[in-house]
């Protein structure tokens, strides 16, 4: 698994608009990009927002897992300046995919997928001792998230393989209170059902640890 080290984590911005740059042109029709949640949306979103209106029109975003009470992982899409782009008609309300219990996210494999990876190695929704999952749904309902709220519909395991096995994940290791997170994944002796982060790992998706804890960082 590589890994790609930041100076700063304002940096992934940068890095995830020259990718999507390059995409863009490689590829020609609809670009799926699957979003997390939380403090790094905002990141990935200006990286999209940057993009020309005519790739811009090309996009279509999925978020991973959306909180079912309380402030929404939407909310945080659209503050982050998604709300004003469909303002502007410069983005449509239909080019965004939130997740629902017991429906389809998408019938199209995503083209890349970032994911922010939890303190405690979770991902989306999936906390430790989700793994291994018995469903062939989608997007499942977790209603005793070990972090609040409770009540959350996130991506499944199996959706993540149906979706993304064949695609670039980025998983971001963000400050430093990931650090010891990161420093199990990359130990490489503990699975998905303690780290469910190591899922990536142990079924050979095509991942990339991104982070900005500099080595030997207390």
Known sequence: MD????HQSEDLSVVVHEDLKKLVRSKGGRIALALPGGRSASLL??????LEPAELNRI???????RLEGELNLDTLLAAGLGSAIEQGVFLSSQLHIPAVGCTLSHIKFDRVYLGIGEDGHFASLFPGSWPEQTEEQVILVEESPKPPKR?????YTGFLQLAHHCPVYLLFLGKAKQEALARLTGGTEGATTLPCAFFRDQHFDATIVTDIKEGSA
Do not use: N, P, W
């Not at 979103?45 to 940057?50: C, N, V």
């Open 152 to 156: 959350r519909a996130t991506l499944s």
């Open 60 to 66: 279509d975003l999925y978020l991973v897992d959306e």
């Open 45 to 50: 979103i200006h990286a999209i927002l940057m």
């Open 3 to 6: 890994i790609l080290s930041l």
